[in-house]
């Protein structure tokens, strides 16, 4: 496949290095010098590409989307912090039949990790003697906080159990790609559950996955789709 790399940041270099290891090709890499406005996302540069991962910054993800929906380039985007516009963006997609894999976490294990939470979180309906909160840890150049994964956790914590509020403390030190811990305590004891990170790789596979994944469809998925196949 050849691969439009948009976002030449930690994640889009991790991606590139992996998809060539796999035998794809880079097609373009487009960084944020060039991208003003999604302006470098051209029909004449991406002609020729069947895919584009998109990791850049909330305020530049939504520009970059619709020029890839307007050209029909089916996009992979782990850009978080955007999804106020997702409403808008997933009309264009429909309209355009293009399509869109989005999601906050590209990580198996993690996907893994939420499922089993909502489990959890299922057993520990009316429990009302245990409190019950999240963490999360990220290096110290991450913008968004709460992390796009901690907000996915506790929405579908909240779906499991509606009368607590799972509320996020966020940490951002150092240079490590990610934990997220889930707690719940009461005076006698303490149950954890929790997703570490050891290095990039993980994400950078789960992302490659999806774009092998969605080169021939149309709609609008996220990354439990390609798991699951359906959204619980």
Request: glycine share 10%; no cysteine.
């Given at each position: 496949?050849?691969?439009?790399?948009?976002?030449?940041?930690?994640?889009?270099?991790?991606?590139?290095?992996?998809?060539?290891?796999?035998?794809?090709?880079?097609?373009?890499?487009?960084?944020?010098?060039?991208?003003?406005?999604?302006?470098?996302?051209?029909?004449?540069?991406?002609?020729?590409?069947?895919?584009?991962?998109?990791?850049?910054?909330?305020?530049?993800?939504?520009?970059?989307?619709?020029?890839?929906?307007?050209?029909?380039?089916?996009?992979?985007?782990?850009?978080?912090?955007?999804?106020?516009?997702?409403?808008?963006?997933?009309a264009q997609v429909r309209d355009a039949r293009?399509?869109?894999?989005?999601?906050?976490?590209?990580?198996?294990?993690?996907?893994?990790?939420?499922?089993?939470?909502?489990?959890?979180?299922?057993?520990?309906?009316?429990?009302?003697?245990?409190?019950?909160?999240?963490?999360?840890?990220?290096?110290?150049?991450?913008?968004?906080?709460?992390?796009?994964?901690?907000?996915?956790?506790?929405?579908?914590?909240?779906?499991?159990?509606?009368?607590?509020?799972?509320?996020?403390?966020?940490?951002?030190?150092?240079?490590?790609?990610?934990?997220?811990?889930?707690?719940?305590?009461?005076p006698h004891e303490t149950i954890l559950l929790?997703?570490?990170?050891r290095d990039r790789e993980a994400f950078a596979?789960?992302?490659?996955?999806?774009?092998?994944?969605?080169?021939?469809?149309?709609?609008?998925?996220?990354?439990?789709?390609?798991?699951?196949?359906?959204?619980?």
């Open positions: 496949m050849k691969i439009a790399i948009v976002g030449n940041g930690r994640m889009g270099k991790a991606v590139a290095a992996l998809a060539l290891e796999r035998g794809h090709s880079i097609h373009t890499v487009v960084g944020s010098s060039d991208n003003a406005g999604g302006r470098a996302l051209t029909r004449e540069r991406l002609a020729g590409a069947d895919v584009a991962v998109e990791f850049t910054r909330p305020e530049a993800a939504v520009h970059n989307l619709e020029k890839l929906i307007e050209l029909r380039i089916p996009a992979v985007t782990g850009t978080t912090g955007w999804y106020e516009a997702l409403p808008r963006i997933a293009a399509a869109l894999l989005h999601d906050a976490n590209f990580s198996v294990g993690v996907h893994l990790f939420l499922r089993t939470a909502r489990e959890l979180a299922r057993n520990f309906f009316a429990r009302a003697e245990f409190a019950a909160s999240i963490t999360e840890e990220h290096h110290a150049a991450k913008l968004d906080a709460p992390s796009g994964t901690a907000l996915l956790l506790q929405r579908g914590l909240r779906a499991s159990d509606p009368e607590r509020l799972f509320p996020i403390t966020s940490v951002r030190e150092g240079s490590g790609p990610g934990i997220h811990i889930l707690t719940y305590q009461d929790s997703h570490t990170a596979a789960g992302a490659l996955m999806a774009v092998e994944w969605l080169q021939y469809k149309t709609g609008l998925f996220t990354f439990e789709d390609l798991l699951f196949g359906d959204t619980v």
